[in-house]
């Protein structure tokens, strides 16, 4: 069974290695998604249940060569929508092309609709309709050139959207990008951990599911598209999830996580309260110039404000500021500082020692080391 993995441009490494573990092959790096196969739908489970690195997983189940809209019917009507769609589920069809034969992406959505639900309805004697809010089940349709696949996409609701956080500001780090960032920093559990400007405080919550075990999405709320797929194995979810919270630990953790904005505040203690992890993150309310060394050395990672917003300070001075009292404050600690405020990043008056470039969506960014 192939797959299509996405996650961020800059990350496709790390998901590599991820799917290794989680027990996919004959894995390739794309841009912004790696490919590979999985022996069961078992294994398609497990990766959206515990994979920190992916933003959405894909099942290709049309690979056509077609040359005009109704070969392109043809072609997605052959394929047994039946056995993975019943009537009475609501679908969409995401899409995109870059093909110069199908320019409009959205016609061959349209087409590619028409042929699943035509598909299903000589099947079953009825039509599953669309509902572009709030879908049972999600499908991609991608064009290049002349070729087309046609995917069920297995997560429905992109997989950073956990379930932990309760509640969201307009600048809340993405909870995918907070994994990796953990992870290119190299941080581990035995290490002191700050975010001097935490907000929601989703780099401390990333670094405790990872640190203790915890599978990244058990607490979403969204459900995943392919539950609602006829062939979905209840048995096979529930012993997934079982097997999770068995594996869970308490690992004893150094997290200290501060900020000024007390609506954001509000969200990361809540959160961290309602999943139990408030014994090992510590959320308050302080600014930069107040944060204090709780050990002799540990890792500060952070993602400082990266927009203008009228009537506040110089993002280039801000940025000067906050490693000016890093470096003070938390002396031998290690600075990774992210952000897809490029100018700002080199006002910085540090050098960095590392350097990553990763996307935040279609943003460029840089995750930066200062070795204070």
């Not at 797929?229 to 150094?254: C, G, M, P, Y």
């Not at 203008?308 to 280039?316: F, P, Y």
Request: aromatic share 10%.
């Amino acid at each position: 069974m192939k797959l299509i993995v996405k996650t961020l441009y800059g990350a496709e490494s790390l998901l590599s290695k991820e799917l290794e573990q989680l027990g996919a092959t004959n894995i390739s790096e794309q841009r912004r998604a790696v490919t590979c196969e999985v022996p069961d739908y078992r294994t398609l489970y497990k990766i959206n249940l515990w994979s920190r690195f992916a933003l959405r997983v894909l099942m290709p189940v049309v690979e056509a060569v077609v040359a005009n809209d109704k070969e392109l019917y043809d072609a997605v009507r052959n394929y047994e929508w039946h056995r993975f769609i019943t009537p009475d589920k609501t679908i969409m069809v995401d899409h995109m092309s870059f093909s110069s034969i199908f320019p409009d992406s959205q016609f061959i959505a349209m087409r590619a609709k028409d042929a699943i639900v035509d598909q299903i309805r000589e099947k079953c004697g009825a039509r599953p309709y669309v509902d572009i809010d709030n879908p049972d089940i999600m499908l991609n349709i991608h064009a290049t050139d002349n070729r087309i696949a046609v995917s069920l996409d297995a997560s429905g609701y992109a997989l950073n959207r956990r379930g932990y956080r309760l509640g969201q500001t307009q600048y809340a780090t993405n909870e995918v990008l907070a994994a990796i960032l953990v992870e290119l920093s190299g941080w581990q559990p035995d290490i002191t951990l700050v975010d001097p400007m935490c907000g929601t405080g989703t780099i401390c919550i990333e670094a405790a599911l990872k640190a203790r075990n915890i599978a990244p999405n058990i607490y979403r709320k969204d459900g995943y598209s392919f539950m609602q797929w006829d062939l979905f194995d209840h048995n096979v979810w529930n012993e997934l999830i079982s097997e999770a919270k068995d594996l869970q630990t308490d690992t004893r953790l150094r997290i200290f996580g501060s900020d000024i904005d007390g609506e954001a505040l509000d969200i990361a203690k809540h959160s961290t309260l309602e999943i139990g992890l408030n014994n090992g993150v510590r959320i308050q309310r302080k600014g930069i110039r107040e944060i204090e060394r709780a050990t002799e050395d540990g890792m500060i990672i952070t993602v400082p404000p990266y927009v203008q917003e009228e009537g506040r300070r110089d993002l280039d001075d801000l940025y000067k500021e906050v490693t000016y009292f890093m470096s003070r404050k938390l002396p031998d600690y290690d600075a990774w500082i992210y952000s897809t405020n490029l100018k700002a990043l080199r006002a910085i008056e540090y050098k960095s020692e590392k350097k990553y470039q990763l996307y935040n969506g279609s943003q460029e960014g840089n995750f930066n080391m200062y070795p204070f």
